[in-house]
């Protein structure tokens, strides 16, 4: 089962601004003096691979329940997370970097002390699959929204 992740507008407009000014900055030494023209294919590789990487967390950000384990993939990225190792999940709003594309999160904690923030589209959807195959699981609902 695939899970698409929610989006936070304002992180969108950041996101799509960011690769535009990282295009523009690597397409501008080809129309200024100055940098020659291998630096300004060097300016204009470096800069097009940072906004093809960033686009690349962007949009290839997903979630897939497989037989035994939760896949978690952001761009080049890739998480296989046991269900046997799941003990709990929470709630969260959060900022910090992580395969979450929205401040509403869910935190999932597995094996001792590791944790990983995502941040499905269809949450209940979600937590309800999780449930299924995590019988053990806590939830705790502490978010403040």
Request: some cysteine; proline content about 4%; aromatic content about 12%.
């Amino acid at each position: 089962m695939n899970f698409n992740p929610k989006r936070d507008l304002g992180l969108s407009i950041v996101i799509w601004l960011s690769i535009i000014a990282l295009l523009v900055s690597g397409l501008s030494p080809f129309f200024q003096e100055g940098a020659g023209i291998i630096g300004g294919a060097l300016i204009f590789l470096f800069c097009t691979a940072i906004a093809g990487l960033i686009a690349w967390l962007w949009l290839a950000t997903y979630y897939i329940f497989n037989e035994n384990s939760l896949f978690i993939r952001g761009g080049p990225i890739t998480k296989s997370v046991p269900f046997d190792s799941i003990s709990k999940v929470k709630l969260i709003r959060s900022w910090l970097a992580s395969a979450a594309t929205s401040s509403r999160r869910i935190e999932i904690h597995y094996g001792g002390y590791n944790y990983i923030h995502i941040s499905p589209l269809d949450e209940e959807s979600f937590l309800k699959e999780l449930t299924k195959r995590c019988p053990h699981l806590h939830i705790e609902k502490s978010r403040d929204i």
